[in-house]
């Protein structure tokens, strides 16, 4: 039995405009121990993926499907069940530290809350493990820093923090959505390396969330392509990176930088936007961008194929696709 599995989720929020479905007819499993990397661009519903797994969608998000943790289902379980897992059998690491940590309590004490809340340790015990936390994610003198509070802190020390915070009840499933989005290159190096040599002692599984490819090539088993709020490619990371099979998987790593690439030359773009979701496609999402784009990807939605192990794709031209990736859609 997978550790989780999301089944046929679905998240609809309610808008001025009418309803915008955010995620569409998701599927993934997680094994214990295992990493999942979600990537896409923004407005992809990677980080709405996220935060339906925790359970804070906002209050205008209407959520069907299931979300299996160790076969229980989390949409049928009540606020006060929910607010027992969160933080303590899953954790998030969230985008940017410093709108995510409580800017009128100390950064100790936030370490301390979910040791004392689902643990039950008193203050001092806490106190004492919040330091140990502090420590193991590198924070510099963690007996000066837990009276800190967070603007008194850099950028990086601050998601150290987030990250203790997430650790301090060694949850089952660690979700760092894109946990070094506002740092620079070399404290992006540290942090992610923090999270991989932890995840890998505790035996965690992990859901790494990212916008960029070479992050998840490094860190991640398993790979899931969003667009348009569904997985639109999933597999192992060495079968994603090594076959590019959707035209919109191929479109991401088309437009990376590439070593040695002339400073003249520009980058390969994918031509459009990412679709409105109040007003979706009937058929493929990907249809008003994709090259190879037909009359029944505009008609119907295209369906998931097996390429090999757990290796799906969706996509109604697959065969051209597959054809097309050793020249290049976008060249």
Known sequence: MALLEVENLNVDLSTAMGPARAVRNLNL????????????????????????????????????????????NLLKKSERDLCSIRGNRMAMIFQEPMTSLNPVHSVGRQIMEPLRLHRGLSKTDAKKKALQLMDRVGIPNPEERIANFPHQLSGGQRQRVMIAIALSCEPDILIADEPTTALDVTIQDQILELIHNLVAEEGMALILISHDLGVIAENTEKVAVMYGGTVVESGATDQIFGQLSHPYTQGLFAAMPKLGMSRNKRLTTIPGTVPDLVNLPSGCTFTDRCPLASNICKETTPPIEELGPAHTVACHNLKKAIEARSTGLYE
């Open 29 to 72: 499993t997680l094994d214990r121990g295992q990493s999942l990397g979600i990537v896409g661009e923004s407005g992809c519903g990677k980080s709405m993926t996220a935060l339906a797994l925790m359970g804070l969608l906002p209050e205008n998000a209407v959520t069907t499907g299931e979300i299996r943790l160790s076969n229980e």
